[in-house]
């Protein structure tokens, strides 16, 4: 359902233009600026307090924002209602109208704009077989279980054909194993229906596995926008490095500029050459390394020397909690295979930077 | 439950209980049974007969006890329809319409005539109907009773309005509702066990006034109240107990009706 907006670019369901929200002296939203694609699943990353709701609650028109415009397909919706605007909400508790059955609530919003009550129902029907829920048309969502009622609460907002459909952490009131499933499901019904998808959740595993961009937000401002490996791997900032996976951020030094690469002293004094997310210049910094593409190897060599405090067991992979001379901690993280000697708490261990997956960072 | 505060740990609490009880259903049981009494004295026991029962609807009262019962259910039922209808604008606004300006002044307002003497009402209504020169009669019984009825209707009403998050009216003009649409097809239907639980409590109340109305109501003009009290100012005569009895069912009536809505709504919550 790709449409052509007013200004000729294709494919631009979203445009927020920086959007502003401000609730008496406090700002929540500060200037947000992004593009949400026809079909995209777009992902809006951050701690709890970051302004994700607000964001979503302003898109959906249920907050009047302070300053910015929202553009649907090229038309600026920012002053419209919420019932004049062609986005429908997934909301965090579901919201079923609790006084009508399952199909009386996915043809709520099909009765609003003015379809027949026949072809409302089929359309209902038609929704409900897609979120595997044809057989329980006639129940009230008190007789739901909880993952039911998601279900439910995505099909009455898919129904109407949104142009975009907003997501408030619908997988949170979910137990841990059902949530994998309904990631999985919930994908494929983004797929097949092809309408751009914002997504909201704290939770950057969520974010990882089913987004094809994520915004990571903190304190009212976007952080980096970015497909999941770009964000992951590419951080361009401290907050995005440590929010997004864990992380060793290791204090250095920046000896030499060469572009987007630069040469730094690692603690303990040797020189490595790595990745810088911003221009950069001489002076003090951060290296982001993950704890996976560090490498153990026999103390001296390597790029650090540490010594290990404690490991922890996870199964598949072990921990390695380990301290540099200056006392900085590190954590290596190695594959739990045959054969993987894990070092004794206390022992030195060298440990080697996989070139290339390290970055520099500035803020 | 709290062990400690177990009132029934209470030296003399059962006796207290006790005589509680007696003292407040003892006369309405004397009241119902000797409705059934023979003989037409009120305090020796006839036999069993329905001749009272049968003196209310057809004895030489009956013209006035009909006309009495005419005007006191329909004013109970206007009164109660249109102060429902004002308690629910209220209890609206004070729970949608966010923080404005005397929104406490209000409330205030509203359960005033909960906490006004009745006498004080019915002196000053009197007063106001007399002084902006309005004829007392059915007219004046009317509005006084919705105006005392308005708070009796909004305590169920805002009751059941806290517990009606506002996320099914965002919802609804969500899936296109207008604001109008959102209220009639969600908001009132969620709303409607407190809405007849209001209402059921406000006709009741309109039913049973006696002081007010006494005051307002035009020479000639009763309501069942104040004609069981004109009867019984000549001396009471066992139709009396039999009229007060019916009048009493309905209340029982309607009062477990407006606890049982009230009380089905939540627990659908
Ligand atoms: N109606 C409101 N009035 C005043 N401040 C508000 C209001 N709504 C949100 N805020 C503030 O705006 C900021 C952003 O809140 P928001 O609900 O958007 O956070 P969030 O990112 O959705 O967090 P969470 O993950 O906990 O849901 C918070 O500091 C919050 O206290
Ligand atoms: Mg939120």
Redesign the interface.
């Known amino acids: 359902m790709a449409q052509v907006d007013s200004s000729g670019g294709i494919g631009i369901a979203v445009d927020v233009d920086d959007v502003v929200k401000r609730y008496g002296t406090l700002t929540a939203l500060h200037g947000v600026s992004f593009d949400i694609r026809d079909g995209e699943f777009f992902t809006l990353l951050g701690p709890s307090g970051c302004g994700k709701t607000t964001l979503l609650r302003c898109i959906?028109?249920?907050e009047e924002v302070s300053g910015g415009a929202i553009r649907l397909h090229g038309e600026d919706i920012a002053r419209l209602?919420?019932?004049r605007r062609q986005?429908?909400?997934v909301?965090q508790?579901y919201?079923?109208?609790?006084?009508m059955d399952v199909l009386a609530n996915v043809m709520?919003?099909l009765l609003?704009?003015g379809w027949t009550r026949r072809d409302a129902t089929a359309r209902a029907r038609e929704v409900l077989a897609l979120v595997r829920l044809a057989d329980f048309a006639e129940r009230r969502p008190?007789q739901l279980s909880g993952g039911q009622q998601q279900r439910v609460a995505l099909a009455?907002?898919l129904a109407?054909g949104p142009q975009v459909l907003l997501l408030d952490e619908p997988l949170s009131a979910l137990d841990l194993k059902l949530r994998q499933a309904v990631r999985v499901e919930l994908k494929q019904i983004q797929r097949e229906t092809d309408i751009a998808f914002v997504f909201v959740t704290h939770d950057q595993e969520e974010a990882l596995t089913m987004s094809d961009r994520i915004a990571v937000m903190s304190d009212g401002r976007v952080q980096q926008i970015g497909t999941p490996r770009e964000v992951y791997e590419a951080p361009v900032n401290r907050f995005v490095a440590g929010f997004i996976g864990e992380t060793n951020l290791l204090d250095v030094a920046i000896r030499s500029v060469d572009g987007s690469r630069a040469e730094v002293l690692l603690p303990g004094g040797r020189p490595f050459a790595c990745a810088a997310a911003a221009p950069v210049a001489a002076g003090p910094g951060h290296l982001s390394v993950r704890p996976e593409r560090i490498e153990l190897v026999a103390a001296g060599e390597g790029d650090l020397t540490a010594t290990v405090r404690d490991h922890v067991y996870l199964g598949t992979d072990i921990q390695l909690h380990a301290r540099l001379a200056d006392d900085e901690a590190v954590v290596v993280r190695i594959q739990n295979a045959a054969g993987s000697a894990i070092p004794e708490r206390g022992a030195e261990i060298g440990l080697k930077l996989e070139a290339g997956a390290a970055r520099l960072l500035t803020d | 439950m709290a062990v400690a505060t177990d009132l029934r740990r209470f030296a003399g609490f059962r006796a207290m209980t006790v005589l509680c009880l007696v003292v407040l259903y003892a006369p309405l049981i004397i009241v119902a049974i000797y409705s059934f009494n023979a003989s037409s004295s009120i305090t020796r026991w006839g036999g069993f007969s329905f001749k009272w029962y049968v003196d209310v609807f057809t004895g030489p009262e009956a013209p006035k006890f009909r006309q009495a019962a005419i005007n006191s259910f329909a004013i109970a039922t206007g009164a109660a329809l249109l102060s429902t209808a004002f308690a629910t604008a209220a209890a609206v606004a004070m729970s949608r319409a966010g923080r404005f300006r005397g929104k406490v002044a209000s409330l205030a307002l509203i359960n005033l005539p909960l906490m006004v003497p009745e006498i004080v009402t019915a002196v000053a209504s009197l007063v106001f109907f007399i002084t902006i020169g309005f004829t007392t009669g059915l007219m004046t019984i009317f509005i006084a009773h919705i105006v005392f009825c308005i708070p009796f209707a909004y305590l169920p009403i805002s009751a059941r309005m806290q517990g009606v998050?506002d996320?099914?009216e965002?919802?609804?003009?969500?899936?296109?509702?207008?604001?109008w649409?959102a209220f009639r097809?969600?908001l009132l239907?969620?709303m409607a066990p407190g809405i007849l639980s209001g209402f059921l409590l406000a006709f009741i109340i309109s039913l049973d006034d006696f002081l007010i109305t006494n005051f307002v109501k035009g020479a000639g003009v009763e309501t069942l109240p104040t004609a069981i009290f004109g009867s019984v100012k000549q001396g009471i005569k066992p139709n009396i107990m039999a009229i007060s009895t019916l009048l009493l069912c309905v209340s029982v009536v309607f009062v477990t009706l407006s606890w049982i809505i009230g009380r089905a709504g939540q627990s659908?919550?």
Not at chain 1, 95 to 99: C, I, N, R, T
Not at chain 2, 170 to 179: E, G, R, S, V
């Open positions: 959906a028109g249920f209602p919420p019932h986005v429908n909400t909301f508790q919201a079923l109208f609790p006084h709520f919003g609003r704009r008190a009455r907002a109407p | 998050s996320i099914y965002q919802a609804a003009m969500d899936l296109y509702a207008t604001p649409q097809l969600i239907p969620l659908r919550k």
